[in-house]
């Protein structure tokens, strides 16, 4: 029998627990940089992913992480075999403490705001418990994201409790310029750990987890471009914490 040292037990007990960040892929060339999302999240997070047929189109499965587990719509039938088996789109929703999807495509999102449930990743999210955190980052041609109905879903899904990472003006794969492009991943994931942190410690403690937090929030305001304002909103954050975080960072 193992014997461990009472610096090691509490070592054990005392250990931060990472957070379970489900990562999906909807049908968008953004899907290309799935790859370099997941690895960001890996340094932080336990991470499972999701990836809708289309999106394989466009994932390298090569740049994945290696030890990834990564889910398709086939895996949704096969891992189930008879009456009291676990339900795939059931089981990963239990699992994950956080849901990301990015890319999000025009297609997805009007089927998410619709409720529709045809594959892996939009049954996790009928499925979802909206008391825990889902982002998503769109990505889709300017026309689309200009139409009128993109508003009308993303207004729906918004009163769900469903977080949007807003996509960035840029050249787009396309060849148009204009607002549609997916957001970095670079400032997905600082949105989702500040989010994730400081739900988890308060801003402004001395400790590891806050000092992440404070460096998270630097960078998520150079470089997202967006607003302050908008920043707190987006990461649900208190204006009078981050203050004080940032002033004792």
């Known amino acids: 029998m193992a014997v461990h040292s009472e610096t090691e037990l509490m070592q054990n007990v005392t250990a931060p627990t990472k957070p379970r960040i489900l990562l999906a892929a909807s049908g968008s060339v953004a899907a290309i940089k799935f790859g370099s999302l997941c690895h960001s999240f890996c340094e932080w997070a336990e991470v499972r992913a999701v990836a809708t047929k289309s999106s394989m189109h ?3 499965i090569a740049s994945l992480p290696r030890d990834l587990i990564l889910y398709t719509d086939e895996d949704e039938w096969s891992s189930w075999k008879k009456i009291g088996d676990g339900v795939l789109h059931i089981e990963l929703r239990k699992w994950a403490d956080v849901m990301v999807i990015a890319p999000l495509s025009a297609n997805t999102l009007a089927k998410i705001a619709g409720g529709l449930c045809d594959n892996l990743l939009t049954c996790v999210v009928r499925a979802w418990d909206f008391d825990k955190p889902l982002f998503v980052a769109p990505a889709m041609n300017t026309f689309m994201w200009n139409n ?12 769900l409790g469903i977080s949007l990472i807003p996509p960035i003006t840029k ?9 549609g492009a997916m957001a970095e991943p670079s400032l997905i994931y600082s949105t989702v750990m500040l989010h994730v942190n400081s739900r988890s410690q308060p801003l402004g403690n001395s400790n590891g987890a806050s000092n992440i937090t404070n460096i998270a929030l630097q960078e998520l305001l150079l470089v ?13 954050l208190d204006l009078e914490n981050v203050i004080v975080a940032l002033f004792q960072s």
């Open 58 to 60: 466009f994932i390298d």
């Open 148 to 159: 009128p109905f993109t508003a009308q879903h993303l207004d729906l899904i918004t009163k």
């Open 171 to 179: 050249r787009l794969a396309c060849g148009d310029y204009g607002n």
């Open 224 to 236: 997202s471009n967006l607003p302050i304002c908008y920043v707190f909103g987006l990461c649900q």
